[in-house]
């Protein structure tokens, strides 16, 4: 893996591979506090529609990524919101419009589609450098909302009553999280694809929880265990020619597993 350090597009994919965990880290934490993973999949795959209009429109698909999954979550946390719905069904809905879209425009586009896999499955080693200063954005925007918000976001995500008690905007604020999380969505796509994405944000989030109950610590630890995945991953797709998203959540998988089955184990002898 060393010798591959010569390569731009190599180094390209750790730089990638360091920004996305500073998202995942953070959003990824959130998600599984507020026991949101799966509205966060419904937003990752809505977003697809924006990478089909990206390819028929001509624009770069990650922006249309972006531009899709905020749309999706809002309309998501709307629905979130409303006690009359039945969430899971009209987020399933939304879900399932957002790819048929996104399918639909494809089908649209003439000419062979070679950089549609990339989004749907991932590929870091293929992130260009143009999309890592588009990630550098969203992070540092993910950064500043997440530093301005943190208390209000905090509030609403352990004791929602409370923080309607101290009269809080609890709508907007989670609103506010649904678009932080679309942000996140939009930028991890191009290392593990649409479809992997919610792994990579639940896996290292969910994994930090067992060890640390403070949410900035479970944030910073969910970033060194998500950066941790995709080196093992990238590593380990590189060395066997394995398709480096689904490598990478392989390897976070086994690592929250393995801790699942010996945490018990060490508790056990602990004296």
């Not at 260009?128 to 918000?149: K, R």
Request: avoid cysteine; aromatic fraction near 12%.
């Amino acid at each position: 893996m060393i010798e591959a350090l010569q390569y731009e597009f190599f180094r390209n994919a750790l730089i990638a591979g360091f920004l996305v965990s500073i998202a995942g880290g953070i959003i990824g934490s959130l998600v599984v506090v507020n026991r949101i993973v799966f509205v966060a999949g419904g937003i990752a795959h809505a977003a697809y529609g924006g990478v089909g209009m990206g390819f028929f429109f001509g624009f770069n698909p990650v922006l249309g990524a972006l531009g899709f999954s905020i749309v999706s979550a809002l309309l998501m946390g709307a629905v979130q919101r409303n006690q009359n719905l039945r969430r899971d069904t009209a987020i399933g809905m939304l879900w399932a419009i957002g790819m048929a879209i996104g399918i639909i425009f494809t089908d649209l586009t003439p000419g062979y589609k070679a950089e549609l896999e990339t989004y749907l499955f991932g590929s870091i080693l293929a992130v260009s450098t143009t999309n890592l200063w588009i990630m550098f954005a969203i992070d540092l925007l993910i950064l500043i909302l997440i530093y301005l918000f943190y208390k209000e976001i905090l509030a609403i995500s352990f004791d929602e009553t409370f923080a309607i008690i101290r009269n809080l905007p609890v709508n907007p604020i989670y609103f506010l999280l649904m678009g932080i999380i679309a942000l996140a969505v939009a930028m991890m796509m191009q290392v593990v694809g649409l479809i992997l994405v919610i792994a990579l944000l639940a896996i290292p989030a969910a994994l930090s929880a067992q060890f640390v109950k403070d949410l900035k610590a479970m944030m910073a630890l969910g970033t060194i265990f998500s950066f941790l995945f995709i080196i093992v991953g990238l590593g380990l797709s590189y060395t066997l020619n394995l398709t480096s998203g689904a490598t990478i959540i392989l390897v976070s998988a086994i690592a929250y597993l393995m801790t699942l089955i010996f945490k018990p184990v060490f508790k056990f002898f602990k004296p």
